[in-house]
């Protein structure tokens, strides 16, 4: 079974560029989630996604970030435009169960972003 | 508000010592899960455990050994007689039930030969 996977695995782009990340969950997990770990912090959550409804989005740090998860499948996260503050790790992860059965959550690899 | 702490920053030991990871939480839910993540050189985090608020059993995973108190509301990690593969950052989570994980600012241990 292939696990969660994250596109591209490194972003280096301009300050005022717009960046998309990927995300591939695990086939058949309704669950999908957006994390970032900025300068070394602790990992934070972006938002969660129920097949492709927005469960939670209160990690969001502003309206320059969107998210979207078309068909319940493949999730984007993108940044326009990016500011220094958003560089970062942003990981991705999915799971199976609904709220409430703590079902854990499995992660990709994750996108390092550095906006310069 | 949810919290978790992992005092910890760095851990270094030498290859076959026992080492413990810390792990204290936070919370006003009377339900919620703790776990353990792994975050090797490679980057991914590798799910290890979970545990939820009404089994306070230990647990023995071959090297790897969790002791879950709520007494403490701590959930601390022992590796015996680590190895040089157990280098990596740990991560300790909570969830209350929301499918929010909150992280502890993680352990990076060093097992050197």
């Known amino acids: 079974e292939a696990g969660v996977t994250q596109f591209p695995s490194h972003s280096v782009i301009e300050k005022g560029q717009t960046v998309t990340l990927r995300c591939d969950p695990i086939?058949?997990?309704?669950?999908l989630y957006w994390y970032r770990r900025v300068m070394g912090k602790e990992i934070k959550f972006l938002l969660h996604?129920?097949?492709?409804?927005?469960?939670?989005e209160s990690g969001m740090p502003n309206n320059r970030f969107l998210a979207e998860r078309t068909g319940g499948t493949y999730s984007t996260l993108k940044v326009q435009p990016a500011e220094l503050e958003d560089s970062g790790v942003y990981f991705c992860?999915?799971?199976?169960?609904?709220?409430?059965?703590?079902?854990?959550?499995?992660f990709g690899d994750g996108t390092r972003l550095s906006i310069l | 508000a949810q919290k978790v702490t992992q005092a910890q920053t760095e851990i270094s030991v030498v290859e076959k010592e026992d080492v413990t990871l810390d792990c204290v939480y936070e919370?006003?839910?009377?339900?919620?899960?703790l776990f353990w993540y792994k975050q090797p050189p490679s980057g991914e985090l590798v799910f290890l455990i979970r545990?939820?608020?009404?089994?306070?059993q230990n647990e023995i995973s071959g090297r790897y050994s969790w002791n879950f108190q709520k007494s403490t509301s701590s959930f601390n990690f022992t590796i015996t007689a680590s190895q040089v593969v157990d280098s990596a950052v740990y991560f300790c989570?909570?969830?209350?039930?929301?499918?929010?994980?909150?992280f502890g600012t993680g352990t990076r241990l060093l097992v050197s030969p």
């Open positions: 086939s058949g997990h309704d669950n």
């Open positions: 545990r939820n608020s009404f089994d306070e």
């Open positions: 996604f129920v097949k492709e409804s927005k469960q939670d």
């Open positions: 989570a909570l969830d209350t039930g929301f499918q929010k994980l909150v």
């Open positions: 919370t006003r839910d009377t339900t919620y899960y």
């Open positions: 992860a999915s799971s199976q169960g609904g709220q409430g059965t703590g079902q854990p959550q499995h």
